[in-house]
C-alpha cells in the first residue's frame, strides 16, 4: 500500500469513525436500530456541497449539514413513537424519502466540489502536504467530536439516555421522559453522520446521490470491531474504540483489496463488508455455543 | 397525602377483552399512613399503585396528591412526588450500567437533568454512605455493573435509591416476593428504616398476610376492583392471619375463596 493510499486509508476511516459513534448511540445507547443513517449521510454531503457551490461559507454550509441530518434523525423519531411504526421500518421510510430529497437538494446526481473552498481551505498556507493536512485536520475534529460525545454520556442527560435505552420502565419511574430522550439521540446520531458525509464531500472532493449506500452496516461494523477490542464499561474507551475501529476496519479492506494475490476489486467492497460484519456477530455466538457444550461435557465427566 | 376520589380504569373500553381493573376506588391515606394491600389476583392491587405512579391513566375519577390534582400529570412528572420499587428485581436498575452509574440516575429523580456530569466525589461519597447501610459490602464496589449483583442486592441497591431524593410517597409493589426469606427480611429491615426516617407515605402490595399484618400502620384488601376492607387502630393490632383469611373468605361467598395458594402459602 503507497503512502498516498494509506493516508486516504486513515482519513476515510475516522470519517466513518464519526458514523460508527452516531450508529452506536442509536443502536447500543438507545437500542433503536436505524438505518437513516444509509440517508442521512448523503443528505450531509448535499447540503453541504450545494451550500458551499452556492457561495455559502463552508463551515455555515458544514454546520447546516449537521442540522439537516438532526431533522432527518427526528422524523424518524416521530414516525416510531407517534405512529408506532417499527423502528427499523421507520427509519427505512425516512431513508427512502431522503433518497429523493437528496436528489432535489443537489438538483442532479453528482455535484462536483474539486475548485470551491472547503472547511480546509483557511489552513492550505499552512505548508503542510495535502494529504497530510486532511488526515490531521479530519482526524482532530473526529476525536474532539468522539470526546465531547463521550463526555455528553457522562452528563445527566447523557445518562437519562442511557437509561432510556436500557430500561425504559426504570428510567420513567425516575422521572426520565423516555420519548424526549429518543428524539434527542437520533437527532444526535444523524446529525453526526450527516457532519460525517459533509466532511467526506468536501475531502473528497464530489457529492453523489449514491454515496450513503451501506453506510449503516460500515458503520456497525466498526462499532463491533471497537467492542471486541476494548472490552469497557468506560464511555470514554468505548467511544474512542468506535474511531479506532473504523480505522481498523478500513485498514484491514484497504489490505484485503491490495492483495492482489486475492484478487479482491472494488466493486467486492460490499460482500466482504457483509462477511466481515457477519463473521463478527456469528463468532461470539458461537464461542459460547462451545464454551456452553464444553460445560456440559465437564458436568457429565 | 394521596387522595382517590371514584377513580375507575378500564383497560380494553369497548372490546372483547375490555377489563374494569378498578371499579371506583375512594381512598384517603394521610401523610406518614404506611398502608399494606392485599387481595387475591387481579383483585386490583398493582392497577391502583400503576395508577397512583401515573403509568396507568384513570378513565374516570380524580387524583390528589396533597391538594394538588395529579390526574393528567404524567409518570414522568409524578416522579417528583413518587418513588416506586418494583416486583421484579431487573426493573428497578439498569443492569448494563454500573452502581454508581444506577445510584446517580435515581439522585437526578425529580430534578432536572442537564448538561453537567451525573456523577462527582461528593456524590460517591454519599453513594457509598447509604450503601454501608446495607451490609453488603457494596460500598466498595461503586464500579461494579448493576447486571452481576444478585437479586436481593440489585433489590436492596434499588430500595436505597428509591429514598435518594425527597419524595412525599412511596410505592412497593411486592418488592420482597422474588427474594429469599433470608434477603427479603433484609430488605423489609431497610423499608422500615427509611419509611421512618423519611416519614413517608407508603403503599405496600405483598402477598403476605404475615407482612400485611407486621408492617405499616393500616392494611387494605382489594377484591374486583374496588376497596373490600380497610383495617387500622386498635381493630388492627388484634387481627391474627387467621382473622384475616376468614374475612377474606367472607368477601368471597361463592365457595372460591382461598384457592389462592400464594395468598395461603404467603400466610
Same mark, same amino acid.
Given at each position: #500500500?503507497?503512502?498516498?493510499?494509506?493516508?486516504?486509508? !486513515?482519513?476515510?476511516?475516522?470519517?466513518?469513525?464519526?458514523?460508527?459513534?452516531?450508529?452506536? !448511540? *442509536?443502536?447500543?445507547?438507545?437500542?433503536?436500530?436505524?438505518? +437513516?443513517?444509509?440517508?442521512?449521510?448523503?443528505?450531509?454531503?448535499?447540503?453541504?456541497?450545494?451550500?458551499?457551490?452556492?457561495?455559502?461559507?463552508?463551515?455555515?454550509?458544514?454546520?447546516?449539514?449537521?442540522?439537516?441530518?438532526?431533522?432527518?434523525?427526528?422524523? *424518524?423519531?416521530?414516525?416510531?413513537?407517534?405512529?408506532?411504526?417499527?423502528? !427499523? /421500518?421507520?427509519?427505512?421510510?425516512?431513508?427512502?424519502?431522503?433518497?429523493?430529497?437528496?436528489?432535489?437538494?443537489?438538483?442532479?446526481?453528482?455535484?462536483?466540489?474539486?475548485?470551491?473552498?472547503?472547511?480546509?481551505?483557511? &489552513?492550505?498556507?499552512?505548508?503542510?502536504?495535502? #494529504?497530510?493536512?486532511?488526515?490531521? &485536520?479530519?482526524?482532530?475534529?473526529?476525536?474532539?467530536?468522539?470526546?465531547?460525545?463521550?463526555?455528553?454520556?457522562?452528563?445527566?442527560?447523557?445518562?437519562?439516555?442511557?437509561?432510556?435505552?436500557?430500561?425504559?420502565?426504570?428510567?420513567?419511574?425516575?422521572?426520565?421522559?423516555?420519548?424526549?430522550?429518543?428524539?434527542?439521540? /437520533?437527532?444526535?446520531?444523524?446529525?453526526?453522520?450527516?457532519?460525517?458525509?459533509?466532511? &467526506?464531500?468536501?475531502?473528497?472532493?464530489?457529492?453523489?446521490?449514491?454515496?450513503?449506500?451501506?453506510?449503516?452496516?460500515?458503520?456497525?461494523?466498526?462499532?463491533?470491531?471497537?467492542?471486541?477490542?476494548?472490552?469497557?464499561?468506560?464511555?470514554?474507551?468505548?467511544?474512542?474504540?468506535?474511531?479506532?475501529?473504523?480505522?481498523?476496519?478500513?485498514?484491514?479492506?484497504?489490505?484485503?483489496?491490495?492483495?492482489?494475490?486475492?484478487?479482491? @476489486? *472494488?466493486?467486492? !467492497?460490499?460482500?466482504?463488508?457483509?462477511?466481515?460484519?457477519?463473521?463478527?456477530?456469528? /463468532?461470539?455466538?458461537?464461542?459460547?455455543?462451545?464454551?456452553?457444550?464444553?460445560?456440559?461435557?465437564? %458436568?457429565?465427566? | 397525602?394521596?387522595?382517590?376520589?371514584?377513580?375507575?380504569?378500564?383497560?380494553?373500553?369497548?372490546?372483547?377483552?375490555?377489563?374494569?381493573?378498578?371499579?371506583?376506588?375512594?381512598?384517603?391515606?394521610?401523610?406518614?399512613?404506611?398502608?399494606?394491600?392485599?387481595?387475591?389476583?387481579?383483585?386490583?392491587?398493582?392497577?391502583?399503585?400503576?395508577?397512583?405512579?401515573?403509568?396507568?391513566?384513570?378513565?374516570?375519577?380524580?387524583?390528589?396528591? %396533597?391538594?394538588?390534582?395529579?390526574?393528567?400529570?404524567?409518570?414522568?412528572?409524578?416522579?417528583? %412526588?413518587?418513588?416506586?420499587?418494583?416486583?421484579?428485581?431487573?426493573?428497578? +436498575?439498569?443492569?448494563? #450500567? @454500573?452502581?454508581?452509574?444506577?445510584?446517580?440516575?435515581?439522585?437526578?429523580?425529580?430534578?432536572?437533568?442537564?448538561?453537567?456530569?451525573?456523577?462527582?466525589?461528593?456524590?460517591?461519597?454519599?453513594?457509598?454512605?447509604?450503601?454501608?447501610?446495607?451490609?453488603?459490602?457494596?460500598?466498595?464496589?461503586?464500579?461494579?455493573?448493576?447486571?452481576?449483583?444478585?437479586?436481593?442486592?440489585?433489590?436492596?441497591?434499588?430500595?436505597?435509591?428509591?429514598?435518594?431524593?425527597?419524595?412525599?410517597?412511596?410505592?412497593?409493589?411486592?418488592? +420482597?416476593?422474588?427474594?429469599?426469606?433470608?434477603?427479603?427480611?433484609?430488605?423489609?429491615?431497610? @423499608?422500615?428504616?427509611?419509611?421512618?426516617?423519611?416519614?413517608?407515605?407508603?403503599?405496600?402490595? @405483598?402477598?403476605?398476610?404475615?407482612?400485611?399484618?407486621?408492617?405499616?400502620?393500616?392494611?387494605? #384488601?382489594?377484591?374486583?376492583?374496588?376497596?373490600?376492607? %380497610?383495617?387500622?387502630?386498635?381493630?388492627?393490632?388484634?387481627?391474627?392471619?387467621?382473622?384475616?383469611?376468614?374475612?377474606?373468605?367472607?368477601?368471597?361467598?361463592?365457595?372460591?375463596?382461598?384457592?389462592?395458594?400464594?395468598?395461603?402459602?404467603?400466610?
Amino acid at each position: #500500500m503507497s503512502l498516498f493510499s494509506f493516508m486516504g486509508t !486513515l482519513e476515510i476511516g475516522f470519517i466513518f469513525g464519526l458514523v460508527a459513534v452516531g450508529v452506536y !448511540l *442509536t443502536f447500543r445507547v438507545l437500542d433503536f436500530p436505524d438505518l +437513516t443513517v444509509d440517508g442521512s449521510f448523503t443528505l450531509g454531503a448535499a447540503l453541504a456541497a450545494a451550500l458551499i457551490i452556492s457561495g455559502v461559507n463552508p463551515y455555515i454550509a458544514t454546520f447546516c449539514a449537521l442540522l439537516g441530518g438532526a431533522v432527518a434523525g427526528m422524523v *424518524t423519531a416521530w414516525l416510531n413513537l407517534r405512529f408506532n411504526i417499527l423502528h !427499523l /421500518l421507520a427509519s427505512i421510510l425516512t431513508m427512502t424519502a431522503l433518497y429523493t430529497i437528496n436528489l432535489r437538494v443537489m438538483g442532479k446526481p453528482n455535484l462536483a466540489l474539486i475548485t470551491e473552498p472547503t472547511v480546509l481551505s483557511p &489552513f492550505m498556507s499552512l505548508g503542510i502536504p495535502n #494529504m497530510y493536512l486532511k488526515v490531521i &485536520f479530519v482526524g482532530l475534529v473526529v476525536v474532539a467530536v468522539g470526546l465531547l460525545v463521550a463526555w455528553f454520556l457522562n452528563t445527566q442527560y447523557g445518562m437519562a439516555m442511557r437509561a432510556t435505552g436500557a430500561n425504559p420502565r426504570m428510567a420513567q419511574a425516575n422521572g426520565i421522559v423516555v420519548n424526549q430522550k429518543i428524539y434527542a439521540g /437520533l437527532a444526535l446520531s444523524n446529525g453526526l453522520v450527516a457532519l460525517a458525509g459533509a466532511l &467526506f464531500a468536501q475531502t473528497n472532493g464530489f457529492a453523489d446521490s449514491t454515496m450513503g449506500i451501506g453506510t449503516i452496516v460500515v458503520g456497525l461494523a466498526a462499532v463491533i470491531v471497537g467492542e471486541s477490542l476494548f472490552n469497557s464499561r468506560s464511555m470514554l474507551i468505548i467511544v474512542l474504540g468506535c474511531i479506532v475501529g473504523s480505522l481498523l476496519y478500513r485498514l484491514a479492506i484497504a489490505v484485503a483489496l491490495n492483495a492482489d494475490f486475492i484478487g479482491f @476489486t *472494488t466493486s467486492d !467492497l460490499n460482500l466482504i463488508t457483509a462477511v466481515l460484519v457477519g463473521l463478527a456477530l456469528i /463468532l461470539p455466538q458461537l464461542r459460547r455455543e462451545w464454551k456452553a457444550r464444553k460445560a456440559a461435557k465437564g %458436568d457429565t465427566v | 397525602m394521596i387522595r382517590c376520589k371514584q377513580v375507575k380504569v378500564t383497560f380494553n373500553p369497548g372490546l372483547a377483552t375490555e377489563k374494569k381493573a378498578l371499579q371506583g376506588v375512594d381512598l384517603t391515606i394521610p401523610q406518614g399512613e404506611f398502608v399494606t394491600v392485599i387481595g387475591s389476583n387481579g383483585a386490583g392491587k398493582s392497577t391502583l399503585l400503576n395508577t397512583i405512579a401515573g403509568d396507568i391513566r384513570c378513565s374516570s375519577g380524580q387524583l390528589c396528591f %396533597d391538594d394538588r390534582d395529579v390526574t393528567a400529570l404524567s409518570a414522568a412528572a409524578r416522579t417528583g %412526588d413518587v418513588a416506586r420499587v418494583f416486583q421484579d428485581p431487573l426493573a428497578g +436498575t439498569c443492569g448494563e #450500567m @454500573t452502581i454508581e452509574e444506577n445510584m446517580a440516575l435515581a439522585y437526578g429523580r425529580g430534578k432536572r437533568r442537564g448538561l453537567t456530569l451525573a456523577l462527582n466525589e461528593p456524590l460517591r461519597q454519599l453513594f457509598r454512605e447509604q450503601l454501608a447501610r446495607l451490609n453488603l459490602g457494596l460500598e466498595n464496589r461503586l464500579n461494579t455493573q448493576m447486571g452481576l449483583l444478585s437479586g436481593g442486592q440489585r433489590q436492596s441497591v434499588s430500595l436505597l435509591m428509591s429514598a435518594l431524593q425527597p419524595s412525599k410517597i412511596l410505592l412497593l409493589d411486592e418488592h +420482597t416476593a422474588a427474594l429469599d426469606p433470608k434477603t427479603a427480611a433484609l430488605v423489609m429491615d431497610i @423499608t422500615d428504616q427509611i419509611v421512618a426516617e423519611k416519614q413517608l407515605t407508603v403503599l405496600m402490595v @405483598t402477598h403476605s398476610m404475615r407482612q400485611a399484618l407486621d408492617y405499616g400502620t393500616r392494611t387494605i #384488601m382489594m377484591h374486583e376492583g374496588q376497596v373490600a376492607f %380497610d383495617l387500622s387502630g386498635e381493630e388492627r393490632s388484634q387481627y391474627g392471619v387467621k382473622d384475616l383469611l376468614n374475612l377474606f373468605a367472607k368477601i368471597r361467598p361463592d365457595g372460591d375463596e382461598l384457592d389462592d395458594d400464594k395468598l395461603l402459602l404467603g400466610a
